[in-house]
């Protein structure tokens, strides 16, 4: 049975994954994040924008985690990834100290009809549970448009 994921987009970066040309998401930071690891091929993602309501899904079609990073190994990954990522070299900069990531192949992207959900805090990824799904994992919380 596939996971389920909310993912906080900047809406430009969404706008390129509704638009094509982003099919893959990265993540990155200095210590494990939650999320780290349990991102697997098959899961679905509900794309939310930032401050904004949810108004896309995908599905996980690989998945790669990288651990112990170094800034030569994440200058490598850039340049072997981010014709599909689209990260500016502000954003690849700014990830230069980070420690683990992991790299999401989007397939399946569906547009939905945008739904508000109430979320306040600051994380950019929740892997969804029963306790905590912000009502998205209810049969017809989210409609196509």
Known sequence: MANYHLVIL???????????????????????RYAFGRVLPGDKLFLKVSSGPVCAMATAAAVKNFENLTPRQIIEIKQRYNDYIRGSD????????????????????????????????????VVLTEEENFGLLKMGAVKKP
């Not at 390129?16 to 993540?27: D, F, M, P, Y």
């Not at 980070?98 to 600051?122: A, N, Q, S, T």
Request: proline share 5%; net charge positive; aromatic share 16%.
């Open 90 to 125: 502000e954003y690849w900069r700014s990830k230069m100290n980070c420690k683990f990531g992991f790299l999401v192949w989007l397939k399946d992207i569906e547009p939905l009809k945008p739904v508000r959900i109430h979320k306040k805090d600051w994380r950019a990824w």
């Open 10 to 32: 900047k809406k430009p970066y969404l706008d390129a994954i509704l638009g094509g040309q982003k099919r893959i998401e990265s993540r990155f930071s200095k210590t494990r």
